[in-house]
């Protein structure tokens, strides 16, 4: 299968397509074929090897295949999906593939009204959202952002 691969960190042109062995489940894990990935901030600071986040430097194994969101079909099912697969696993996830391993648990059934694009798009702007709307204030850790979240710079108001 095609990936897209970086074998030492840097700008874009460290990501090379090259061929490697299509993954094989393990106990409790699917092959889904990916027909779209979506790209974020994490993806870009693994690959620039967390040069922008000097506090934190997770050992990475490389080379690495970037990428945690995906839509696609189960092989063995033909379900249509989408993921936010084994994040934060920095650089275990392996999304901008052919072909992706992960745990059925992971998976969640793409909605119709969706195409495969778009549903891509979707898992890690949906924890955003989530973090910042519906656990507004909370103090769990975050490995990319040293402060908290603030309320009062999520809002603004409209009355003038």
């Known amino acids: 299968m095609k990936a897209i691969r970086l074998h030492e960190f ?4 460290v990501l090379r397509v090259e061929e490697v ?3 094989t489940p393990k106990a409790g894990e699917v092959l889904v074929r990916v027909r779209a990935v979506g ?3 994490p993806d870009w600071y693994l690959r620039s090897g967390y040069e922008d986040l000097p506090d934190f430097k997770p050992p990475v194994q490389l080379p690495a295949i970037p990428g945690s969101d995906i839509s696609g079909e189960v092989v063995d099912t033909g379900e249509a999906v989408f993921a936010m697969v084994r994040f ?3 650089g275990e996830s392996a999304a901008y ?3 992706v391993v992960a745990p059925a648990s992971d998976l969640a059934k793409k909605p119709s009204a969706l195409d495969h694009i778009h549903a891509a798009a979707a898992p890690m702007s949906a ?3 989530w973090q910042y709307l519906v656990e507004l204030g909370h103090e769990a850790p975050n490995p990319f952002q040293s402060k908290p979240h603030r309320a009062d710079l999520l809002f603004v108001t409209l009355d003038k």
Do not use: K
């Not at 840097?10 to 042109?13: E, I, N, R, S």
């Open 127 to 129: 924890l955003t959202a």
């Open 97 to 99: 593939a052919e072909y």
């Open 10 to 13: 840097g700008g874009p042109d």
């Open 39 to 41: 790209v974020n901030p």
């Open 21 to 23: 062995p299509t993954p």
């Open 88 to 90: 934060p696993s920095f």
